[in-house]
């Protein structure tokens, strides 16, 4: 079970700048629990970033 505690030390790393492998790595978590951590609806710290922008197959052979 994760604690608040936890909760709040993941964020408190990411927002220092610390990617989710080496919060995970620090953690000894997984990548896919800390992503699961930064992305829920109570914490939805990763949703604000905007989505890549995806390529068009007719914008590569144009």
Known sequence: MVTQKLIEKIHSMYA??????????ALHASDAAVSRILQSP???VLRDKPEPPEFSDVALFE
Do not use: F, K, M
């Open 16 to 25: 220092d700048g610390y990617s989710v492998r080496e919060i995970s790595n």
């Open 42 to 44: 109570a914490h939805p």
